[in-house]
């Protein structure tokens, strides 16, 4: 061997190992976790209760940064533009890892099947049709007799293509009635206008719905997961009247696909193992989302089954990029 093919090999050796050591020690300083919505938010409150526990485990730092923007995609963006050594990871959403790759197509920064790497999923929450008291329907099935004798009603939404959007939107190609979406910048404006009669109809996230329906402000008709939601058992599912009607909104940590693979096994590990404290799941039914806990290959089928169930929806709707 030559003196400069064993000086390569040497630098190649070294560089191996160091980068192995590096990876061993991971993690040696504070991890930034991304979190594609603003602060108080579900999203926002379910990173803050794994990042307490990952830093608490790991001895380091797991730092919140809220990314706000495009329906959750921005942030998302940006982990997947950052240096994949496990430094940077985020907390996703269905709108940013389903909904909008179906919506924006190729004006995304990101494809979700080639720039994610699934972690774990940590829950998955469903919405609830609410309509205000002056509504004469007590049912779902009253509620499309009623939407079609009087058409055109507007309903409130977050925006296009936002769960709430593909709820009312499923209603119509469902039931055959007719309804107009009003976007509203922020879930609690549309819930005051909603209460003060303003509009009539909203198919909201559970948690921000439910909070309504028990203060006697709004009259719940259905949830859109496909059984009965455990926080609310009475109500029952539009599955009862439409079969394949599910909008759920959920919530899951994913890493730059390239981060090295020790590292991805290492954090699903930790991520996996937070999901079956007790206290954990004791602060998740407080926030009444329910448990996933998938992880790894299972996690990225389920997102991949989101996308797909979304495209005849979105496709027939005609829904476009904001």
Request: positive net charge; aromatic residues 8%; charged residues 20%.
């Amino acid at each position: 061997m030559s003196k400069t093919i064993g000086l390569a090999v040497l630098a190649a050796t070294v560089v191996l190992t160091q980068s192995a050591m590096a990876q061993t020690k991971w993690p040696d300083r504070p991890v930034t976790v991304i979190v594609p919505f603003g602060a108080g938010g579900n999203t926002d409150v379910l990173a803050r209760i794994y990042a307490e526990r990952l830093g608490a485990r790991l001895g380091q730092q797991f730092v919140i940064e809220n990314r706000a923007g495009a329906g959750g995609t921005t942030g998302l963006a940006a982990m997947v533009k950052a240096t994949p050594d496990g430094y940077t990871i985020a907390v996703g959403t269905g709108s940013g890892i389903a909904t909008n790759p179906v919506i924006m197509k190729d004006k995304l920064a990101y494809n979700p099947e080639k720039d994610f790497a699934y972690l774990h999923l940590i829950a998955t929450q469903p919405n609830m049709l609410v309509v205000h008291p002056s509504v004469p329907a007590k049912t779902l099935p009253e509620f499309v007799t009623w939407l079609k004798a009087n058409p055109d009603q507007a309903y409130a939404t977050s925006g296009s293509g936002s769960s709430q959007h593909l709820c009312g939107e499923m209603l119509i190609q469902s039931a055959g009635v007719k309804m107009n979406p009003v976007a509203y910048r922020a879930s609690n404006q549309q819930m005051q206008d909603l209460i003060a009669g303003q509009i009539k109809i909203a198919c909201d996230n559970f948690s921000t719905a439910n909070e309504q329906v028990k203060a006697n402000n709004v009259r719940a008709l259905a949830i859109t997961s496909t059984r009965r939601y455990p926080f609310a058992p009475d109500v029952p599912t539009f599955t009862e009247s439409y079969k394949g009607f599910e909008v759920l909104a959920w919530f899951g940590w994913i890493a730059p696909v390239s981060v090295p693979k020790d590292i991805l096994d290492k954090l699903t590990a930790q991520l996996d193992a937070i999901g079956k404290e007790a206290d954990v799941r004791k602060r998740l039914e407080a926030l009444t989302v329910e448990f996933s806990g998938l992880s790894g290959a299972a996690f990225a089928e389920f997102a991949r089954k989101e996308r797909e169930a979304l495209v005849p929806i979105v496709e027939k709707a005609g829904i476009k990029a904001p």
